[in-house]
């Protein structure tokens, strides 16, 4: 990187800054030297210009154009095509049956091993430090997420393995594995990689509901002769349902989405292609407007459910407080 | 995974030895149970042990790596430096200072990385205060639908405005941004307004639906008072509620920070991917891609990446977690 480079971006940050503070003042200007009539109004309409502006023509009207683009073909004509392509296609099918096991697979481990440690570590020692180090995967970036775990995965042909479950496996005696080749242990490895970064989420969360319920009901339990695992069934796992509910569905959303995971190991090469992967390959690399669009639209109709059912579970939940 | 949830569960009380034999002494209780809770106790302290052991692992390999000399990294594995010592900051010095064409050169991107975060965070973060300000305290009965309109766009997948989107920038603000250039030689044609406006419109709605949570916490009666003083809109919005705010403006700056630092996908459509843009990310998932066996360049260069947030995650980490609670558990 040059010097004029390096200027040439402070600049831009510097222009940027400014622009944003001048919208925002003048936005505040007008806001104050609203006229009388209808004030409360206008200045409602000003506060709430730049956000709108910014939803509708980055959400609202994009979600509508993918919606008719998926079912039109390369030439704009009216068809259905793209998803025939996608229910008849072996790799589509593949992509769409791996997208489910990522769902599957995903949000559960992450929340069965969320739920196991927050449990073990509530009101240990240094509870604290021991959420930190599970927690901190939420800080990396699913592709830095994807060379540490590469690193893990890695096959040497000759020489000693330097990917640590070869090594593991050739200690064993066992032959070692191109992990990321060989079709499906792949897909599950790439799971893997969501669970490390997702159950941290899932502790973090869990952890706080537990801390939420009443001891007196845990100590009535106690004396009502229960073991602990019984207690933790009837006790604990109702007390914090509303949370797993949220963490359950937020993860699910998430592993729906997932793109960064099997772009970076994989690029969806060796069947380990999932919807947001594919999207993202005939949109915006075999320019197939329609066949990504239509993929779009499958992942929104795939995101719909979890996300009416957590609404709905999340009202009951009000109308009983 | 079911093999680590030891039969016993220790809910109750998870203490150390000394702790216990106090509670032991102090609570009526048979020697065998109080045994018999040190042992529950115990399996659960191994489980933990182990999950959290596996949970590091991973990303410890990859930061002894990326201080070892290439030709180590090629021919043995991390677990054996003591066997197979050796010590370099040769790696960082090539990924990050090397000019040479053939290096990867991430000094530049992580410049990118910074400005695109910068404002990415900060255009976000206004334009949502300023909503969920209009949300929480001007009142109009339609406003109610307009937000309950806005929290649903969550649901609406990322990938399903990529297209259009792109379209609607190479129509309207290419033009723009070639104007920039021109009056400005000195920024590229390709620069960071796309990215920044992108990540704004897409970060927007759970934004406004977070502070609006806190926003409309606070209490009528300081709003009251100061409409009364004759305050406007504008001077509550600035001196009342924005210094109230702030923890939740931190918690959430936090959030939209470490999301637009490690986003790839955005950076993938409309970055253009050259070194006068593209974000660090972007440079990695390349490096992946060019040279996979790399090692020496691609644990340093991943390490480089995630420094940054892991600072911010572990100074900040308190807010990011109040953040998280109050996201998870409001919505």
Partial sequence: ?321 | MSSVAPADLPIDKELADGEAAELAEREPGTKAARVKKRLTSRTATIASLVIAVVWTIPTFGLLVSSFRPAELIRTTGWWTIFQNPGFTLENYATVLFSTSSSSPQLGSYLVNSIAITLLGTLITLVFAAMAAYAFAWIRFKWVNWLFIFVFALQIIPLQMSLVPLLQIFSTWLRPMQAWLHDIVPIIPEQNYLPLWLAHAMFGLPLAIFLLHNFISDIPADVIEAAKVDGATHGQIFFRIVLPLATPALASFAIFQFIWVWNDLLVALIFSGGTQDVAPITQRLAELVGTRGQEWQLLTAAAFVSIVIPLIVFFSLQRYFVRGLLAGATKG
């Fill in chain 1, 1 to 321: 990187m040059t010097t004029p480079d390096l200027l040439g971006k402070i600049l831009q940050v510097v222009m940027g800054l400014v622009v944003l503070a001048a919208v925002v003042g003048l936005l505040i200007f007008f806001i104050d030297k609203a006229p009388k009539k209808g004030r409360d109004y206008w200045q409602l309409a000003l506060f709430l210009l730049p956000a709108m502006l910014f939803v509708a023509i980055g959400l609202v009207y994009p979600a509508i154009r993918t919606s008719f683009l998926a079912f039109q073909n390369n030439a704009g004509e009216w068809s259905l095509d793209n998803f025939i392509w996608m229910f008849t296609q072996p790799a589509a099918i593949r992509t769409l049956i791996n997208t489910v096991l990522w769902v599957a697979l995903a949000p559960v481990i992450s929340t069965v091993i969320g739920l196991a440690y927050a449990v073990f570590i509530d009101k240990s020692r240094g509870e604290k430090y021991y959420k930190v180090i599970l927690f901190m995967p939420i800080a990396i970036s699913f592709v830095g997420a994807g060379v540490i775990w590469g690193f893990v995965y890695d096959y040497n042909g000759v020489g000693d393995q330097i990917g640590l479950l070869n090594a593991i496996v050739v200690a064993f005696g066992g032959e070692p594995v191109q992990w990321l080749q060989t079709d499906p242990i792949n897909t599950i490895l790439l799971i893997v990689i969501m669970i490390w970064i997702q159950t941290g989420f899932a502790m973090v969360l869990l952890s706080a509901a537990i801390k939420g319920v009443p001891t007196e009901q845990i100590e009535a339990a106690e004396l009502d002769g229960t073991n602990a695992w019984q207690r933790f069934m009837n006790v604990t796992v109702p007390g914090i349902r509303g949370s797993l509910v949220v963490v359950f569905t937020t993860i699910s959303i998430a592993t729906l989405k997932v793109f960064d995971i099997v772009r970076t190991m994989t690029a969806g090469n060796f069947n380990t292609s999932v919807v947001a992967n594919e999207m993202y390959t005939q949109a915006f690399r075999a320019s197939e407007i329609g066949r990504g669009s239509a993929l779009a639209l499958i992942l929104f109709v795939f995101v719909l459910p979890i996300v009416i059912y957590n609404v709905n579970v999340l009202r009951k939940q009000r109308e009983i407080r």
